[in-house]
């Protein structure tokens, strides 16, 4: 067996997902059950979760629409790195949300309310080695909901790495790990900020050709934890709140197998469900998913 510590590569990359595990560890040793108001998290946020119902203690409930659009862009001369295989993407992505804060169906309740998010930016895809790749990104934009009109500047960054241990034209397994950054501003009782450490794993695996389909199916799946820096309290209601410190996801999907489906500035390899929730139960979600977590 070799010595991981002769290949730094995948030291660093399996070090990765062993300190998201620590982290979590340790945050559910210490979770404290004191309710923290000042970090309810804010309406503007919801534009980084991803396509899906979001649902909290039975009571609280969003849908979202995330339109992920990205086009790849020329990486300018003066910065030196086509030479290195950099790539470099601009990130367009929409989101509508509606929310419901009670358990009435009515969307036209007044309790309930939605909201849009535009946040542009600029992500680079950084391979490292050819198992390796990086991707730091950055946006900023805006946030408008309807209810109060109100509108704030959003903000998210962080950086993405994913490893692979496998990767064949027929199986693929690797190990994903980001730590990512998002607030708003003004800030909203300073229920803004938003931090998080993730750790996980994803694979693919080409299935058998049936019939007369032209191209073979993948089977993707992926399982991550998101360990969230300082716990998040979502209002339920005017005395009552639910505290979320972490997000476990399970998702599977299926793609034709060869390059990924383009239609515009919209790109996807994949369509399949995920299921996400909290270690205690109060926060799930189901996702849509088209692509990997790496590339969301």
Do not use: C
Not at 76 to 105: A, C, T, Y
Not at 244 to 255: A, K, S, Y
């Amino acid at each position: 067996m070799s010595n991981p510590l002769r290949q730094p590569h995948r030291f660093a990359a399996i070090l990765m997902l062993m300190l998201s595990v620590q982290v979590a560890i340790g945050q559910a040793e210490e979770r404290s059950t004191t309710i923290h108001p000042e970090e309810q998290i804010h309406w503007a946020l919801a534009s980084f979760f991803g396509t899906g119902w979001y649902r909290v203690d039975d009571n609280r409930s969003t849908f979202i629409l995330h339109l992920p659009v990205t086009h790849q862009i020329r990486t300018p001369d003066w910065l030196g790195l086509e030479s290195h295989n950099v790539k470099m993407n601009l990130r367009l992505p929409v989101s509508l949300g509606f929310h419901q804060l009670d358990d009435i169906p009515d969307l036209l309740e007044f309790e309930n309310y939605t909201s849009a998010a535009f946040v542009p930016g600029i992500e680079f895809e950084i391979p490292l080695t050819r198992q390796w790749t990086l991707k730091p990104l950055a946006q900023f934009g805006v946030g408008y909901e309807a209810q109060s009109d109100e509108m704030v500047m959003v903000w998210y960054g962080g950086i993405r790495s994913r490893f692979y241990l496998q990767q064949t034209e027929t199986k693929s397994i690797a190990l994903l790990g980001s730590i990512a950054f998002a607030g708003n501003n003004p800030e909203y009782e300073a229920r803004s900020r938003y931090a998080a450490l993730m750790g996980g794993v994803e694979g693919g695996h080409r299935l058998p050709q049936m019939g007369s389909m032209s191209k073979p199916f993948n089977l993707y799946w992926h399982a991550t934890y998101t360990n969230l820096f300082d716990e998040i309290d979502f209002h339920i209601s005017p005395n009552r709140f639910s505290s979320i410190d972490d997000q476990w996801e399970f998702g599977v999907g299926l793609g034709k197998a060869g390059k990924p489906t383009s239609w515009w500035m919209f790109t996807f390899d994949r369509l399949g469900l995920a299921y996400q929730r909290s270690t205690d139960g109060d926060f799930q979600a189901v996702k849509i998913s088209v692509t990997s977590p790496f590339d969301l």
